[in-house]
T-cell receptor, first 113, second 114 residues
Framework: DAKTTQPNSMESNEEEPVHLPCNHS???????IHWYRQLPSQGPEYVIHGLTSNVNNRMASLAIAEDRKSSTLILHRATLRDAAVYYC??????????????FGKGTKLTVNP | DSGVTQTPKHLITATGQRVTLRCSPR?????VYWYQQSLDQGLQFLIH???????AKGNILERFSAQQFPDLHSELNLSSLELGDSALYFCASSVEDWFTDTQYFGPGTRLTVL
């Protein structure tokens, strides 16, 4: 199963941009890169996903390296509500249509007021 | 609110016992996923059902089983419970079973085995 590597923790100040990195050097050509986050005492929630091109939505931007071996989740202006654990995962379409989802330990983001 | 409901919210039981966790997916979603989250292991994928059929198995123990019913709700059965089974159990749902689908997670069931 393709795996991702993320820093254990990062810190940011409120209203500043945050760049959360993820390495996935064993990514295959059909793997999608997904980001989820888990706020304290809640279930994970979807943030964004992409395949090759950079993606933007109302929550964040996803920058994908040209070789796809790494990606960066960008929060343009961090707020206190963005303090969470951020997971970078690869959605791997295994043979037969089954899939084993692999979540890493994620990056715990602390936002300072 | 993701639209996914899980019951019960908390469950305290003893070693050797059997419990059932219930998940109701979002209206219209055909896929249900189960995850276990413990402090030392992070979020672990257990099993995926699509429209009543098992699609994929992750790190699910033989003491654990799951099913998805015709009304699409799902149950996770945990038997012969051990202390190490204490964890948060999340259910997630998605519209289909494509690997591009967004998963919507429920609030979780916290299981404590004493």
């Amino acid at each position: 199963d393709a795996k991702t590597t993320q820093p254990n923790s990062m810190e940011s100040n409120e209203e500043e941009p945050v760049h959360l990195p993820c390495n996935h050097s064993t990514i295959s050509g059909t793997d999608y890169i997904h980001w989820y986050r888990q706020l304290p005492s809640q279930g994970p929630e979807y943030v964004i996903h992409g395949l090759t091109s950079n993606v933007n939505n109302r929550m964040a931007s996803l920058a994908i390296a040209e070789d796809r071996k790494s990606s960066t989740l960008i929060l343009h202006r961090a707020t206190l509500r963005d303090a969470a654990v951020y997971y970078c995962i690869l959605r791997a379409n295994t043979q037969g249509g089954s899939e084993k989802l692999v979540f890493g330990k994620g990056t715990k983001l602390t936002v300072n007021p | 609110d993701s639209g996914v409901t899980q019951t019960p919210k908390h469950l305290i039981t003893a070693t050797g016992q059997r419990v059932t966790l219930r998940c109701s997916p979002r209206s219209g979603d055909l896929s249900v996923y189960w995850y276990q989250q413990s402090l030392d292991q992070g979020l672990q994928f257990l099993i995926h059902y699509y429209n009543g059929e098992e699609r994929a198995k992750g790190n699910i123990l033989e003491r654990f089983s799951a099913q998805q019913f015709p009304d699409l709700h799902s149950e996770l059965n945990l038997s012969s419970l051990e202390l190490g089974d204490s964890a948060l159990y999340f259910c997630a749902s998605s519209v289909e079973d494509w690997f591009t689908d967004t998963q919507y997670f429920g609030p979780g069931t916290r299981l404590t085995v004493l």
